[in-house]
């Protein structure tokens, strides 16, 4: 199982900008896609952002498309969430996740083999 350590959180006023880090663990952590997902406080899970191993493929909620970036980093057990134009309704709990299936099972958040602990994300307007 891959463990995921999540970073880079905190407090940030609207219109400001966070960037989270995902470091995975494992001794086989090949052909992962990975991706991030946030629930706020009385809200279900949800999907914000995936990559595909390669990094080639990346997808994005509607929510955040053109204001948060995903990427991989040289080393491919990171990845990072770039977050501009951060608005009050972005706060949340960010969790990182990963799965061999590839990015398409990440999006679909079906099932999905390793999830981070989590890092809070709180935007004051």
């Known amino acids: 199982q891959v463990q995921l350590v999540e970073s880079g959180g905190g407090l940030v006023q609207a219109g400001g900008s966070l960037r989270l880090s995902c470091a995975a663990s494992?001794?086989?952590?090949?052909?992962?896609?990975m991706g991030w997902f946030r629930q706020a406080p009385g809200k279900e899970r949800e999907f914000v952002a995936a990559?595909?191993?390669?990094?080639?493929?990346?997808y994005y909620a509607d929510s955040v498309k053109g204001r948060f970036t995903i990427s991989r980093g040289n080393v491919k057990s990171t990845v990072y969430l770039q977050m501009n134009s951060l608005k009050p309704e972005d706060t949340a709990v960010y969790y990182c996740?990963?799965?061999?299936?590839?990015?398409?099972?990440?999006?679909?958040?079906?099932?999905?083999?390793?999830w981070g602990q989590g890092t809070q994300v709180t935007v004051s307007s």
């Open positions: 996740a990963a799965d061999e299936r590839g990015v398409r099972a990440v999006v679909a958040a079906h099932d999905i083999g390793s």
């Open positions: 494992s001794r086989t952590f090949t052909g992962y896609a």
């Open positions: 990559i595909s191993w390669s990094g080639g493929t990346t």
